[in-house]
């Protein structure tokens, strides 16, 4: 993934100076680039603006909004939905605990579980919140006209029932059908020397 503006034709020349005679779909690498560029520019651009005045980051204001717009659900729920782990949930919904936006309870049948939902002061935040968020959709997308966003939309959602339905099995044929490893943080264990 190579950032600026160069040309797929100048990227594929600098991959294979890199990789030689290995195939490369240049197609392919440039979508997956632009997917994540433009993810990343759209998410700095919020968090720096409309999310800002509000102390959110945007994991943060995902959180919120599962939960504004679903409702009361349970943290496995909330944590699928906002596309994070179970572990990147915990810590962000303490926050917005902490914060006095989200509430925290036991599920009344299966003490197992927690279930989620937005305080009154968090129902406030979202309400005055959502216009101005999307007001910033708004001007995102300002280059693209209806349909043309509604056909980037309808290609991101391809993506992601592909990756959605076949990850899995695609993981596992790398992997040779075993588990992946455990993810590190990227910190070091206790008492490992420097390398």
């Known amino acids: 993934m190579l950032s600026g503006?160069?040309?797929?034709?100048?990227?594929?020349?600098?991959?294979?100076?890199?990789?030689g005679d290995l195939p490369v779909r240049s197609e392919q690498m440039a979508a997956v680039a632009g997917i994540y560029r433009a993810a990343a520019?759209?998410?700095?651009h919020f968090e720096n603006s409309v999310l800002r005045g509000a102390d959110l980051t945007w994991?943060?204001?995902?959180?919120l909004w599962v939960v504004w717009i679903g409702g009361e659900r349970e943290t496995r729920k909330v944590a699928e939905e906002a596309g994070i782990s179970k572990g990147t949930l915990t810590g962000v919904a303490r926050t917005l605990q902490n914060r006095g936006l989200l509430e925290r309870r036991a599920h009344p049948t299966d003490r197992r579980l927690a279930l989620l939902s937005l305080t009154p002061e968090g129902e406030r935040l979202m309400a005055r919140l959502f216009p101005e968020f999307h007001d910033e959709e708004v001007f995102v997308t300002g280059g693209l006209n209806d349909d043309e966003a509604?056909?980037?939309a309808e290609l991101l959602r391809r993506i992601v029932a592909q990756v959605?339905?076949?990850?899995a099995e695609r993981r596992l044929e790398l992997?040779?059908?075993?588990d992946p490893p455990p993810r590190r943080s990227g910190?070091?264990?206790k008492?490992?020397?420097a390398l």
Do not use: C, I, M, Y
């Open 5 to 19: 503006d160069r040309s797929p034709g100048e990227v594929e020349r600098a991959v294979r100076a890199r990789v």
């Open 41 to 44: 520019a759209v998410r700095q």
């Open 59 to 63: 994991t943060g204001f995902v959180v």
């Open 150 to 152: 509604l056909d980037l």
């Open 164 to 167: 959605e339905r076949r990850g």
């Open 175 to 178: 992997l040779d059908g075993r």
């Open 187 to 189: 910190r070091r264990p």
């Open 191 to 193: 008492g490992a020397g």
